[in-house]
């Protein structure tokens, strides 16, 4: 992958999930973020470390406390973080319409195009999809 990579909140996810349905994705998301943190392409949006926090405080099978959360996204605050204006709302609205997508992921897929990624990596966007010059890449299929 050339240039810079947008992490969708499921990735990151699964970088903190020590249950043991998730410890083959774990490994594999680590190494991924480890990897476009050192090179400096890594990306994620306001959003993204929303989704991450209730979800890893709340909605995995061992839960993070909040403490270790917030320690994870200090590590994570060191990529690139897109922060939603109202242009990338309304243009989320029109890819939302126009795919028959869910607004949030349009807000992502808006998010990664303000930042001028290439791609997405994300467990819920259809893998292989185009939209923008970017492309949706499920990075555990």
């Known amino acids: 992958m050339s240039g810079n990579v947008f992490f969708d909140s499921n990735t990151l996810i699964y970088a903190i999930d020590s249950?043991?349905?998730?410890?083959?994705?774990?490994?594999?998301?680590?190494?991924?973020?480890?990897?476009?943190?050192?090179?400096?392409s890594g990306v994620i949006?306001?959003?993204?470390?929303?989704?991450?926090?209730?979800?890893?405080?709340q909605k995995i099978a061992l839960p993070l406390s909040s403490d270790q959360a917030?320690?994870?996204?200090?590590y994570l605050s060191i990529m690139e973080i897109v922060k939603p204006d109202y242009e990338m709302v309304v243009t989320a609205v029109h890819i939302h319409k126009r795919f028959q997508i869910s607004f949030w992921d349009a807000m992502i897929i808006q998010a990664a195009a303000s930042a001028r990624c290439d791609t997405?990596?994300?467990e819920d966007l259809q893998d292989g999809f185009k939209i923008n010059g970017l492309r949706v890449l499920n990075p555990f299929t």
């Not at 306001?46 to 209730?54: L, M, N, S």
């Not at 917030?70 to 200090?74: A, D, K, M, R």
Request: charged share 20%; proline share 2%.
């Open 45 to 57: 949006s306001v959003q993204v470390i929303q989704e991450f926090y209730v979800v890893a405080t």
């Open 120 to 122: 997405i990596l994300s």
């Open 70 to 74: 917030l320690e994870y996204l200090n």
């Open 19 to 40: 249950s043991p349905e998730g410890s083959h994705k774990s490994a594999k998301s680590r190494r991924l973020i480890r990897d476009h943190i050192q090179n400096g």
